[in-house]
């Protein structure tokens, strides 16, 4: 026989819920605190995971999976043992990018870079820390920079050694306060001591981590090359036009890249590394995905202890009730009604808890966002997420305090004084 | 005697029965004591009877009305309401005698201490399956009928203790049930009050209900046309007075 309880009937169990939870303002908030705790995780850590996803995933797009790096050492690198062991490979040089471009028909450009770090000066103002690189002109295809006010360097200016330099919004920010870009075009700012003429400003990159990504000045390959030659190799940057080419891109270089470092067949070494995001990507989700378990976890586990006291407290609510339970069920009362009024109760203080716990879980992942500079994606579904999570546990502890509610003999209940 | 022909018209026939207990035995275990509160009453009460039960305190008066309202279960005996065994009813079906039915004034009044008068006397209504605005007007209805029109909003703790047995007649009055079980229904009342009750009583009687009526007063119990005196469970006396 199918149970449709009456409006009246629902809307009265709810009335009574509310009474209920009202009366008892120190015991609903205990019982509420376990579900809030387990809601909160769960909701702070999918906003704020989704929220990093999406930080990550537009950062290594400026790249997309299209390009791959060759260089001496790795771009991860976990012990010193290795450190020690990769620095004894041989540099990778230009004639190694030439090479790369002439040999590898699954590549479509090719760019070098040589990285490093500098004190950047403008007069008195000064921005340290800088990430200094010079590119070649590649690179700014491949890495997908663009100039907001200025204009490139051209081929023939790179290759005569002209000091020019594309810098970040950071260092127009730091060194030439409340200037807009167009205003530093042609100004003679010094890195470590040599002076280079600003020809553009890039685009910002924005943060990623709370890391800014705007603090750096390109510099022309070759005059990049003079500032930091001697001390370090080279990497040399590949595209291909298809990520469906990627993995044979590789393949060819690294065939290509043996060939010139005369390595064995045998040899495990390739002499050189190769380098994509997926390798960060991999970090990445392998630390999310880590963060992911813990936090379902403790999220299990304060719902599993929540819906214990939530099924506690509902024993202790039916007990003190008996007497009013003999008497709804004097007047007309089925088992199914007094079963739906318990359970209503049930589920409305844990979806209660849910809902404070949906807010507080947004609140959470808003500081974060707010502290780590990453985009608050608020995601409706993790709210419905919190919510049914909650309305199940209602279920579930609800359930037998409001059959053995459901159970007490009229007569029996009343007598209870 | 299958039939109790209490004033020989005949009509005592057994499906002209609306109660019929036969039998019926209430026993509590007390530690090693069996402790009978109901010992073999049989009797038959017909559709628009007037009845009062009287009896010494502890005679086992409430315990006879708890069954009669299908509150409570017999130890021993059967029960027919209707034509229907009682045993035999599923809970749903107990549940709508009890909704339906029966109005129960109880002895000591049982209200629910947090809700008003009006949400008290609306209880039956909702588990009946009323709309809001039909309940509200039925259950203002029957509180005016107990002189409790202005006490609407009051809660227990809010009213006198003829005000609450008033309140619970109301309730017990409000889904108009064929048959009224009150217990002691006077006992905490004035003569006026009292006076106004039973000719409530006796208008609901005049229009085709069945009441019966627990009774120490003999006042009250005059009022009706047949009574019962109980003595240790057992039926000592069953007379009709008019
Ligand atoms: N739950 C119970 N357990 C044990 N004994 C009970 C129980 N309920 C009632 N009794 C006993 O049954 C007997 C009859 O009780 P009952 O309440 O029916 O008396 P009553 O006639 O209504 O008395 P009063 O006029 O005082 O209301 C009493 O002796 C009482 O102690
Ligand atoms: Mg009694």
């Known amino acids: ?417 | 005697m299958e039939n109790i022909d209490t004033n020989g018209n005949g009509l005592s026939h057994p499906y002209n029965s609306l109660i019929k207990m036969r039998g019926i035995w209430k026993t509590y275990q007390m530690g090693n004591e069996q402790l009978h509160a109901l010992r073999d009453v049989s009797f038959d009460v017909r559709r628009g009877e007037y009845l009062a039960i009287i009896g010494p305190s502890g005679s086992g008066k409430s315990t006879l009305m708890n069954l009669i309202g299908c509150l409570d279960t017999p130890t021993k005996g059967e029960y027919w309401i209707n034509g229907e065994q009682v045993a035999k009813m599923t809970d749903d079906e107990l549940a709508r005698i009890r909704n339906k039915e029966i109005g129960f004034v109880f002895q000591t009044f049982n209200l629910l201490a947090r809700a008003t008068a009006l949400h008290n006397v609306e209880l039956p209504l909702i588990y009946a399956g009323i709309g809001s605005s039909e309940r509200h007007e039925k259950a203002v209805d029957a509180l005016k009928s107990v002189e409790l029109g202005d006490r609407v909003t009051h809660r227990p703790n809010e009213l006198s203790g003829g005000q609450r047995q008033r309140v619970a007649i109301a309730r017990a009055l409000v889904n108009h049930p064929s048959i009224l079980l009150a217990d002691e229904p006077t006992g905490a009342l004035d003569t006026h009050t009292s006076a106004e009750i039973m000719n409530l009583f006796e208008k609901l009687h005049e229009e085709g209900n069945t009441i019966i009526v627990v009774t120490h007063e003999t006042e009250v119990a005059e009022r009706a046309h047949r009574i019962i005196s109980i003595r240790d469970g057992e039926i000592e006396k069953d007379e009709k007075t008019r």
């Open chain 1, 1 to 417: 026989m199918a149970f449709v309880p009456s409006f009246s009937i629902v809307y009265e169990s709810f009335r009574l819920a509310v009474g209920s939870l009202r009366s008892n303002k120190l015991r609903t908030m205990l019982t509420l605190l376990g579900i809030i705790v387990g809601v909160t995780a769960v909701i702070a850590v999918v906003t704020i995971i989704n929220g990093l996803d999406s930080t990550v995933a537009d950062a290594f797009s400026a790249q997309g999976s299209t390009a791959f790096s060759v260089s001496k050492r790795p771009l991860v690198i976990t012990s010193r043992e290795d450190f020690i062991r990769f620095n004894k490979r041989k540099d990778v040089t230009e004639q190694d990018a030439e090479a790369l471009g002439r040999l590898c028909d699954t590549c479509w450009r090719v760019g070098t870079s040589i990285n490093g770090t500098g004190l950047v000066k403008y007069g008195e103002n000064r921005a340290e820390n800088a990430s200094v690189r010079g590119l070649s002109l590649e690179m700014f295809d491949i890495e997908n920079v663009s100039l907001q006010a200025g204009r490139l360097w051209t081929d023939q200016e790179g290759r005569s050694g002209r000091p020019l330099c594309v810098v970040g919004t950071d260092i127009v920010d730091n060194l030439f306060e409340g200037r807009s870009p167009y205003s530093v075009i042609g100004q003679e700012i010094r890195i470590d001591g040599i002076p280079f003429t600003i020809s553009a400003v890039a685009e910002p990159f924005g943060k990623v981590l709370g890391f800014s990504r705007d603090n750096f000045v390109y510099v022309p390959f070759e005059a990049g090359q003079r500032m930091f030659g001697s001390r370090d190799s080279i990497v040399i940057h590949v595209q291909v036009r298809d990520s469906a080419l990627f993995e044979t891109a590789k393949d060819d270089v690294r065939s290509i890249m043996r060939n010139r470092r005369k390595k064995e067949f045998s040899d495990k070494d390739d002499g050189f590394s190769i380098d994509s995001q997926d390798a960060f990507i991999g970090i990445y989700q392998n630390a999310t995905s880590g963060i992911y378990f813990a936090t379902i976890g403790v999220a299990v586990i304060s719902l599993v202890v929540g819906g214990i006291v939530v099924m506690n407290i509902m024993l202790v609510s039916v007990t003190e009730r008996t007497k009013e339970i003999g008497l709804r069920k004097a007047v007309g009362a089925k088992q199914s009604d007094i079963l739906l009024q318990f359970m209503i109760e049930s589920v409305t203080v844990t979806m209660v808890g849910g809902a404070i716990g949906v807010f507080t879980g947004y609140g959470l992942a808003y500081l974060l966002s707010f502290v780590l500079g990453f985009p608050l994606l608020i995601s409706p579904s993790s709210a419905f997420l919190g919510v049914t999570v909650s309305f199940v546990v209602g279920m579930i502890s609800g359930s037998y305090p409001a059959w053995s509610a459901s159970r007490l003999s009229p007569i029996d209940a009343m007598r209870n004084e």
